[in-house]
């Protein structure tokens, strides 16, 4: 058993997910410090979110997840679900029928379901607009985030998050993390943060897939220029 996990046992989380063993975190960065169950700060590697925008199941479903647990006092204010329904592949009287739920015109963008001011008086501070939250925090953190959370009576919520400590937000995802195996619950959790990717940048796919053959089509070209370069120069002494 990893570090972190005999951290996580100690810590008494009965229903919170234990962070596999093989988690990975980036050169010179993680996911903040907690302390285990002797009192140590130890240091909280990212684990690495499962980002394919290619799956476009992946990302149907994540948007279900979004819409289901998160719109309700999220807003997404960079998004329309009329985009939604063209780069996920979905028809739009199935986004107008199970995915639109604060709106009743396919090119509104998402807002929260509950008032913000409202959201504010309960949490002491109005959520998040999550639009660029993975441009933001990185879509390893967020991953990890989502998969940190673990029960604490002391909490007005009775949860409490190893990543960031005190949150305001409530474990939303509790009850789907009870019905689900570990591995289930994860792979639901990749969905989500794929899709919340995507929305802080519905192109990034295709700037990458370009920006590969732009530097090969470079790389090609260096050898035409490197040739006429030493032919112009042969003479020059």
Avoid at 53 to 63: D, H
Avoid at 65 to 72: L, P, S, T
Avoid at 112 to 126: K, L, N, T
Wanted: with cysteine; proline share 5%.
């Amino acid at each position: 058993m990893s570090t972190l996990m005999k951290s996580l046992a100690g810590l008494g989380l009965g229903a919170a997910l234990t962070l596999t063993a093989g988690t990975a975190m980036a050169e010179g960065s993680g996911c903040g410090t907690f302390t285990n169950a002797e009192g140590v700060d130890e240091h909280l590697a990212c684990s690495t979110a499962p980002i394919d925008f290619t799956n476009k199941g992946s990302l149907q479903n994540g948007a279900k997840i979004f819409m289901n647990y998160c719109a309700g006092c999220h807003s997404a204010k960079y998004v329309r679900h009329s985009r939604i329904a063209q780069d996920l592949e979905i028809p739009p009287e199935l986004v107008e029928k199970y995915l639109m739920v604060t709106t009743d015109q396919i090119g509104d963008h998402i807002t929260a379901e509950i008032d913000p001011e409202i959201q504010a008086s309960w949490f002491g501070a109005a959520p998040p607009d999550l639009s660029l939250e993975t441009r933001l925090r990185g879509d390893d953190w967020v991953y990890t985030y989502l998969l940190s959370f673990y029960e604490d009576p002391n909490r007005p919520w009775g949860a409490n998050n190893l990543v960031l400590k005190n949150a305001a937000m409530p474990h939303v995802l509790h009850n789907m993390q009870e019905e689900l195996s570990q591995e289930e619950f994860e792979s639901e959790v990749g969905d989500l943060v794929n899709f919340m990717a995507w929305m802080g940048e519905p192109a990034r796919h295709d700037r990458q897939v370009i920006g590969f053959f732009v530097i090969l089509f470079l790389l090609v070209l260096l050898i035409p220029v490197y040739l006429l370069n030493k032919e112009f120069w042969k003479d020059v002494k």
